[in-house]
């Protein structure tokens, strides 16, 4: 069936330092991906999304790219800031992200000023 | 935005009685939701979609028995974890997508902890 794969955590890094996730999935078809955040007492909210393959998703900084050919969905920013401590989950989607969605881990992330 | 309120956030309770939690939408209309659970350092893992006006789709290996959900309302639906025993112990979080086929929106509770002892 259909999987997420999501680096572990958890991340610890300094303000201003680079960020990678990673994440590769695997699926049937041709999926739509999805990065998700939720903020500690909150419910997850989409980052950016990405529905075909060479698409990329951004935002807040964050930017991600649905690389078919190695089937990978890898979450970037340059700058991180303390507001970005988070839980990150890397998602897709067989439909167009209101069907089901197919989680990976997630990985918490925490930087120090 | 949308929001979609979780009730209760945490819930401890005796093993053998039964959790109602609820997934509501507070400002839109669901006639889907997505009931999630996940074990530590685990995935969400799907365990049924509720649909108004219809009986649940539950994923493989879930117990609707054990499981009961209900979607009451365009606005609510609840999942009742009947005679909860420890190994029940996770993270339950629901989901909403908006009626009318908007792509790529989801709108998720802020989850329920429960603690059977």
Known sequence: ?113 | GAVVSQHPSRVICKSGTSVKIECRSLDFQATTMFWYRQFPKQSLMLMATSNEGSKATYEQGVEKDKFLINHASLTLSTLTVTSAHPEDSSFYICSAPPSGGVRNIQYFGAGTRLSVL
Not at chain 1, 16 to 43: D, H, K, M, R
């Open chain 1, 1 to 113: 069936g259909d999987s997420v794969t999501q680096m572990e955590g958890p991340v610890t890094l300094s303000e201003e330092a680079f960020l990678t996730i990673n994440c590769t999935y695997t699926a049937t078809g041709y999926p739509s991906l999805f990065w998700y955040v939720q903020y500690p007492g909150e419910g997850l909210q989409l980052l950016l999304k990405a529905t075909k393959a060479d698409d990329k998703g951004s935002n807040k900084g964050f930017e991600a790219t649905y690389r078919k050919e190695t089937t990978s969905f890898h979450l970037e920013k340059g700058s991180v800031q303390v507001s970005d401590s988070a839980v990150y989950f890397c998602a897709l989607s067989m439909g167009f992200g209101n069907e089901k969605l197919t989680f990976g881990t997630g990985t918490r992330l925490t930087i120090i000023p």
